[in-house]
């Protein structure tokens, strides 16, 4: 099989980039390559592109076969065009000097289409972000007149409560009943005093000596 230009993966998953290699057709896409001619990310804005020029254009004059990306690639950076500029020179249709001042001239066009493209990009870019950076305000505001309204309302129900925890403390006096017309006022009510108890080291009365038995009453007989 011929000699391929293909792109051999490399990178984290999710964020690849690429090199460009020069492979034998049969070989595994990731396996052994004859030469690396340059690099490929897609991931950055614009994508950026590393190629080996004189390389690339060496082995497309030799044969190499290159895949559908990575003729995207040459074609970008003017490989394609300056090798066919450089068949008319072989063909005799264009002479060296004429071959060169076309590619310049091209070179100069691509740059300033590049130039105008990157412009566009960040243009893009920043408006992206001022859009963003206005969504990412209004949230925030959002968030926090729904806070306020949240302390507002808070503070208004704990005044709410302080006042009624006033109102309940504060004694409130018992109104005198009525009988008929004339108004009944209930008297205080009296507590009558206890005497004091008998000190404790206050002997009991003493009992005489001699004094005499109680008699019990005499059996009568018979009885």
């Given amino acids: 099989m011929p000699t391929r230009m293909r792109l051999q993966r490399r990178g984290k998953k999710g964020r690849p980039y690429y090199h460009v290699v020069i492979a034998d057709g049969r070989a595994p896409r990731d396996g052994r390559f004859i030469e690396k001619i340059g690099t490929y990310n897609p991931i950055s804005k614009p994508a950026e592109i590393n190629l080996d020029f004189d390389r690339a254009l060496y082995w497309l004059q030799a044969g190499a076969q290159p895949t559908d990306t990575v003729r995207s690639l040459l074609a970008f950076r003017g490989v394609l065009y300056k ?116 000190p404790a080291d206050k002997a009991p009365e003493e009992i005489p000596e001699n004094a005499p038995e109680e008699e019990s009453p005499e059996e009568k007989p018979g009885e």
């Fill in 83 to 198: 090798n066919h500029l450089l068949k008319g020179v072989r063909k005799g249709a264009l002479s060296e000097e004429m071959a060169e001042a076309r590619f310049q001239e091209w070179l100069k066009d691509k740059e300033a289409r590049s130039t105008g493209l990157k412009k566009e990009i960040d243009s893009a870019e920043r408006e992206e972000n001022r859009k963003r950076l206005e969504a990412e305000k209004k949230i925030n505001q959002v968030r926090a007149d729904t806070i306020a309204a949240k302390q507002a309302a808070e503070l208004k129900r704990l005044e709410k409560e302080k006042a009624t925890g006033e109102s309940q403390e504060q004694p409130v006096e018992a109104a005198p009943e009525q009988v008929g017309d004339s108004t009944v006022v209930e008297a205080p009510e009296v507590v009558a005093e206890t005497p004091a108890e008998a």
